[in-house]
Every structure is written in structure tokens, then in C-alpha cells.
């Protein structure tokens, strides 16, 4: 192999070696996500939901008002958009929702919040300005559920489905607030 190849490796190396210690020590690329990713699934029959949302920390800060400003609408977690997924026809508080797959969006409130399913897909929840990537036009879905206050804080944002009771709800809970949406099945 000529010098002039060998010079080029070497220094390709160098950039290669160069750009993986910035990755490791600058960016910190293998430290655990602050938010990170979950999936909150439930199979009844022949039924199949599945949301998936990235979970931040309350982390001795004020959440709903403050970190989550009320009457503004809100991706429902962290970074990516959260996604809700059904294979059959869905009833949400007597509304029709045709299955398929659709982003979540809230806009909290004191008392209540207004939960939106959005027909189009979305790869982050906000643009880089922090302002949310939803559009209204695609909202399939618009309504309005009352605010549980909890006496037990959540540390880390929950969605989860709750059959317990034999009526099936997709819950959001963070902080000392929860939300419960009522779902049937076509």
C-alpha cells in the first residue's frame, strides 16, 4: 500500500476515534433517556389497543400550570408524538373512532382537559421552537373528560388501560392528576 493510503486511513481513524469520544463524553449517547419510551397495551377478545409515549419525571417540579402550561395543547408526554392504535371500530364517550392509528393530544386544564385523536402522523411532538406539531385540521376526535385529583403523587407520566371495573378506560396520570377516557368497542 502507498503512503498517500495509509496517511488517509490514519487520519480517517483519527476522525472516526474523534467523533466517538465526542459522542460518549459530550453527548452522552448510552446514558438513559430522561423520558423514556413505553408501551401501554391491552388485548380483550379480538380486541388489541396499544399507546405509545415517551414518560417524563415530575422531578420535584410543578407539572400541570407550570411545566405543562394549562390551555395549551401538549404532545401527552415527551419527545416523540404519542400514538394510539386500535383494530376494531372504537366508541369514545359515544363518539365513533374508525380503527386505525392515530397521535394524542391534550389540553390540560384545572378541572378538565380536552383530548384529541389526530389522524396524521407526526415524528416529534414539537417543533424547534417547543411549539406542539399538531394540527387541528386532522383531529378526528375532540373531547372533554374531567380531572381525578389523587391523593398519591405519580413520579413518572402513566398511560395505562383500565378494565377493572368491566368498562375499559385509557388513563393518563402524572403528578397528583389523572384523566380517564371511556372506550367501547363498536
Excluded: H
Excluded at 400514538?83 to 393530544?105: A, R, S, V
Excluded at 407526526?122 to 387541528?136: H, R
Amino acid at each position: 500500500m502507498n503512503l498517500f493510503l495509509k496517511r488517509i486511513l490514519i487520519i480517517l481513524s483519527l476522525v472516526a476515534l474523534a467523533l466517538l469520544c465526542y459522542s460518549v463524553f459530550v453527548e452522552n449517547i448510552f446514558a438513559p433517556r430522561l423520558s423514556p419510551k413505553d408501551t401501554a397495551k391491552i388485548e380483550l377478545n379480538d380486541l388489541k389497543l396499544e399507546v405509545k409515549y415517551n414518560r417524563p419525571s415530575k422531578r420535584d417540579r410543578e407539572i400541570f400550570g407550570a411545566l405543562v402550561p394549562f390551555n395549551k395543547v401538549w404532545r401527552t408526554g415527551a419527545n416523540e408524538a404519542t400514538t394510539f392504535e386500535c383494530n376494531q371500530d372504537l366508541k369514545i364517550e359515544g363518539l365513533f373512532l374508525p380503527k386505525g392509528k392515530y397521535t394524542l393530544w391534550t389540553v390540560p386544564r384545572d378541572s378538565s382537559w380536552t383530548v384529541m385523536f389526530n389522524t396524521q402522523q407526526y415524528d416529534w411532538g414539537v417543533n424547534e421552537k417547543m411549539e406542539p406539531m399538531w394540527d387541528p385540521n386532522y383531529d378526528y376526535i375532540n373531547l372533554e373528560v374531567p380531572v381525578q385529583d389523587l391523593d398519591k403523587t405519580v413520579e413518572k407520566f402513566t398511560i395505562a388501560f383500565d378494565n377493572t371495573t368491566g368498562e375499559l378506560e385509557l388513563t393518563m396520570a402524572w403528578d397528583q392528576t389523572k384523566i380517564a377516557i371511556p372506550i367501547t368497542s363498536y
